[in-house]
């Protein structure tokens, strides 16, 4: 094998790699803006531990204490009563017309923070 082909091959075995976990990664990192997006506008208004949210009652992101005994039923079945309502929460359908995705993304972002919640997933 001539050098020249060798020095193409060897670039190519590293780049192609580095190209597919750089993807990977950035893939990664814009789902992560993207729910921390979703959070930011459909959740923090009560969930950030803020006026509103000692007022409601809601449990605050990243706070294990609060979310104790919560979501014990499962992640799916958290995003089934936060989108569509249940003893626990408003329908964020019905009251400020989210769809899953949205609620989905929120919810993804609430877990990531909150050690507890991490289980459940
Ligand atoms: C208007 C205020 C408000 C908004 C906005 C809100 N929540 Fe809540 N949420 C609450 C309150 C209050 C509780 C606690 C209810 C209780 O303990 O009875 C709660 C509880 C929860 C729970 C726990 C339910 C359980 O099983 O105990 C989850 C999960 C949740 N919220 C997710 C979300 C997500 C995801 C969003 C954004 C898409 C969101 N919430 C937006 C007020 C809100």
């Keep these: 094998m001539n050098i020249k082909k060798s020095i193409s091959k060897a670039i190519k075995l590293g780049i192609i790699p580095l190209l597919i ?38 449990p605050k992101i990243g706070s294990d204490k609060a979310w104790k005994g919560r979501m014990t039923k499962g992640f799916e079945q958290a995003i089934d009563d936060v989108l569509n309502g249940s003893e626990n929460h408003i329908s964020m359908k019905k009251e400020k017309g989210l769809d899953e995705t949205s609620v989905r993304a929120g919810l993804n972002y609430i877990v990531e923070k909150t050690k507890t919640l991490q289980a459940i997933k």
């Design 21 to 58: 976990v750089s993807s990977i990664y950035s893939n990664r990192v814009l789902a992560d803006v993207e729910e921390q997006k979703a959070f930011k506008s459909a959740c923090s208004a009560c969930h950030n531990g803020g006026i509103r949210g000692f007022i409601s009652g809601a």
